[in-house]
């Protein structure tokens, strides 16, 4: 999720590189969670034109060489084959359990006999999550961030999330999970934790 943008960004590729020790806390029911931390210099910068004119050939290691968040979505989405749904994402500070950001995708409802469904409807409306915070967000130690998400009725196997933040053109951290199996229909939580110490001292 690109989040100065709010906008998801996540593949379904096979674990690449070195697997970090640390592990991040996952819920739902999942056989196992990998994590790693990317070094990002060791990626080819590339551009959101770049890849765009790639089509549908975007791998992992073009999204970890990118250096600032993009313009547009990088995927359409009818691309979305395992009918992948971000449903939850809430934003805490971990020192004190208060709840900065939440919000919930409602429940999809049965349509109404005799209404029509609206032309206008926007199809990418659930593809991003849209907040502000004011500087003080910045004066925090350590937020943490819990995502939710469902998946259609096919499983899903090895499950990759690349979670970029970036701030003002520079990339505060970067996050890489590895799901080995999605279980269908059901919730699955990633919660991941920034500590914000180190980027108050530069």
Request: glycine share 6%.
């Amino acid at each position: 999720m690109n989040s100065s943008r709010g906008k998801p960004s996540s593949t379904m590729n096979k674990a690449q590189g070195d697997v970090d020790p640390e592990r991040k806390t996952v819920g739902g029911m999942l056989k196992k969670l990998k994590s790693r931390r990317s070094q990002t210099e060791k990626w080819p910068v590339v551009t959101e034109d770049e890849l765009k004119a790639l089509g549908r050939d975007i791998s992992p290691d073009h999204v970890l060489g990118l250096r600032d968040v993009t313009e547009d979505y990088l995927c359409k989405p009818e691309d979305n084959i395992y009918n992948i749904d971000f449903t939850r994402f809430k934003i805490r500070d971990l020192e004190t359990g208060t709840v900065l950001f939440e919000i919930a995708k409602p429940p999809a409802s049965a349509p109404v006999e005799g209404e029509e469904e609206s032309a206008d409807v926007d199809i990418s409306a659930g593809r991003f999550v849209r907040y502000q915070f004011t500087p003080a967000f910045l004066k925090l130690r350590t937020v943490g961030a819990t995502v939710e998400f469902t998946v259609g009725d096919r499983p899903i196997n090895s499950f990759r999330m690349i979670e970029r933040h970036y701030f003002k053109g520079r990339l505060l951290k970067n996050f890489d999970f590895d799901l080995d199996f999605v279980f269908p229909t059901a919730a699955t939580h990633v919660n991941i934790s920034m500590n914000f110490h180190s980027f108050q001292k530069t």
